[in-house]
T-cell receptor, first 112, second 112 residues
């Protein structure tokens, strides 16, 4: 069965430090992959997506993610975190037939 | 530019009461979705509508019904609310299958 794993429930980084959020998926074919961000009391906002082609994709707010087929991973990165990046981040796989599978989320805390 | 609009934003029900959550999108999207979000579980798909006139079950459909009223509107109904349905409910829409989904800000529903 398809699944998405975000192994880190909470991550704390200092403002200005680099960030990497992990996402591993289990899916038979080449997946459609997404990262979303959720601020408190808000809906989910799309950060970036991977459909095919270049395995390094750029998103909004300075985020990027790299698709590694051999590791079944799609990790999210940012070179320098800002206090406004504090939020919850969700990785998702489109398993086909309109069904997203979401990870359980990683909550990011940013220290001033 | 409203995007996806959900009403109400908050609601408290008593066990056994009925309730309809409303969702409307103004992006001319074909597909619409209802999710529930519970702590530590990410988002889970309740029902989706691939196109106007069609609806299908997602991962957790029990206790819910949906209506795709027209291309813009997709409602979720709880016929007899149970405490286990206390959750945050999100509506989303997309142009089509495998495309990014756009989310509303959610309805926070408590059932006593």
């Amino acid at each position: 069965a398809q699944s998405v794993t975000q192994p880190d429930i909470h991550i704390t980084v200092s403002e200005g430090a680099s960030l990497e959020l992990r996402c591993n998926y289990s899916y038979g074919a080449t997946p459609y992959l997404f990262w979303y961000v959720q601020s408190p009391g808000q809906g989910l906002q799309l950060l970036l997506k991977y459909f095919s082609g270049d395995t390094l994709v750029q998103g909004i707010k300075g985020f990027e993610a790299e698709f590694k087929r051999s590791q079944s991973s799609f990790n999210l990165r940012k070179p320098s975190v800002h206090w406004s990046d504090a939020a919850e981040y969700f990785c998702a796989v489109d398993s086909g037939t309109y069904k997203y599978i979401f990870g359980t989320g990683t909550r990011l805390k940013v220290l001033a | 530019n409203a995007g996806v609009t959900q009403t109400p934003k908050f609601q408290v029900l008593k066990t056994g009461q009925s309730m309809t959550l409303q969702c409307a999108q103004d992006m001319n999207h074909n597909s619409m979705y209802w999710y529930r979000q519970d702590p530590g579980m990410g988002l889970r798909l309740i029902y989706y509508s691939a196109s106007e006139g069609t609806t299908d079950k997602g991962e957790v459909p029990n206790g819910y019904n949906v209506s795709r009223l027209n291309k813009r509107e997709f409602s979720l109904r709880l016929e007899s609310a149970a405490p286990s349905q206390t959750s945050v409910y999100f509506c989303a829409s997309s142009v089509s299958e495998n495309q990014p989904q756009h989310f509303g800000d959610g309805t926070r529903l408590s059932i006593l």
